[in-house]
């Protein structure tokens, strides 16, 4: 009696588990078969979950001159890519640092960079824009790739993120391989080359893929430091050309499938290393 | 470091200079746009300032005009709400598929929910309320669509001032559930199976095993969860910018959107540094309380 409770219990948990995940997959697939209808059908009731018919028209609309997908998509790729390099290097190298490397201030500098992460980039907002209009940097890509490249911030991620995630891994590699190196007569630059980084390359991964995605999809810096709509990304662009609710509505929709079409590729290729990735950067050991 | 001896001197010479380069980028680009601005916040809070002129020592005068803002109240009080809101409802959602997840299943239906619970976490919340919006309209919109076939509504999800912050609760959670998911899962798998076994020996049934096992050993996970979101929700900006714009009237703004407006609409540098202390000030007393609050609840062994 009781075994036959706990299956009917464990069938209709599974039952909830795929009528949930259904549920919230729904809305993605919407935006994908309204944005194959042409414009006139986008705002039908009662709302059509399939796709009806594959009229490519909005993404011919996208594709043409009058709106600059593709220069947005240009851009996010440049501001994210170049990001992420950022991140990651300056990430691995002070992260080695702090973890495996004796010097003055080690830990007030750690202690430091660990508080910043309680501070927000919406907080300091003022007075980085005027630095960044004292460097002459306001409405180019540098105002948000060159934080990152001095591992100040990705765009939507606090670089000391970064830091404290590759200072735990550097932890786990034990103190016993790096004075075998040292004896061998090795300087601790070179240990850091050759050892350190190449055992890193999951970890380096895994943050490359997370500083990837957030800056792709960040929305309020790029608002801040980017006017011109040449400059904009695509989160910023697809919003700011956004026409009046109800009139292109399957544009919009046709545009924001074209901007996740990156996320989705790189998540249905490699969607249960990116779960691990995820799930380890909230935990901190 | 008993290794570490004179005669190694010059070798942890070479360590310093080592790690001073390893470090130096980052702390350039820390102190430059993050250690700096900082203190610029708190600076530029004391002055008069705009685009057009420097900043001009004003005292107080900031703070006294913010103590008198009916707007910075109403801003304050719809964050908070949408806070009490988002944080309990993300977290609550995330434990119970967590739990849900963490039994024997069949791998197709594990595979297929994790993912779909999660995905959404990846994709911007630009994008996502941009799709939601056809859903939140109150005569052409989906979700009134389906509760006018029940015989409930319309509602006005996002014309009313009752509504419109819950709709955005509703976008957040749909859209940031599943890390939650992810990372309590991760916990309660790293929580060996002999502690609920020994329990289930003892006679205890489900709800006990979890309440009084799997629960205080899931704290850690739980506590670290609720402080992401805590911080996270005090700077919601993206999501009401898209629904609402921060309406109707102010009903809906939020205090990093007020930032917003009078640092980048109006211009006046002042006065939005001043708001943006008092949210500084806000998330660190609620990250301190939290911690302090944490060493009640969470249990680490």
Known sequence: MTRLRARVGATAANLILVAGGALFLAPFVWMLSTSLRPIGQSLTLPPKWLPTTFDVSNYQALASQDYPILRFMQNSFVISGLSTLGIVATSAMAGFAFAKLTFPYRDILFGLLLVSLMVPIQVTIVPLFVI??????????????????????APGLPGAFGIFMMRQFF???PDSLIEAATIDGAGKLRIFWTIALPLAKPALASLAIIVFTLSWNEYFTPLIFLSSTNEMTLPLGIQALRPPFGQGSSLVLAAVAVALLPVLIAYLAGHRWIVESFTRSGLKD | MSTRTTARQGRAGREVVAGALLVTPATVGFTVFVLVPVVLTVYYS????????????AGVENYTSLVDDPRLRRVYLNTALFTVMAVPLNVGLGLALAVLLHRKMPGVVRQFARSAFFFPTLVGLIFVALIWQFFFQTDSGILNYYLGKIGVGPVQWLSSSAWAIPSI?????????????LILLAGLQGIPPDYTEAAMVDGANAWQRFWHVTFPLLTPQIFFVTTLYLIGALKVFDSI????????GDASRSVVMYVYEKGFKSFDFGYASAISVTLLVVIA????????????????D
Request: zero cysteines.
């Open chain 1, 132 to 153: 960044m209009q004292r460097l002459g940097l306001v409405n180019s890509e540098w105002a948000l790739i060159l934080p990152a490249l001095l591992g100040a911030f």
């Open chain 2, 169 to 181: 609760v509703v976008l957040d959670v749909w859209k940031n559930a599943g890390l939650a998911m």
């Open chain 1, 171 to 173: 932890r786990g590699i």
């Open chain 2, 241 to 248: 910018v898209v629904l609402t714009g921060g309406g109707p």
């Open chain 2, 46 to 57: 004391f002055t008069e300032y705009s685009l057009l002129s420097s900043p001009r020592f």
């Open chain 2, 285 to 300: 007393a609620v990250t301190l309380l939290q911690f302090r609050a944490a060493r009640r609840w969470v249990s680490y």
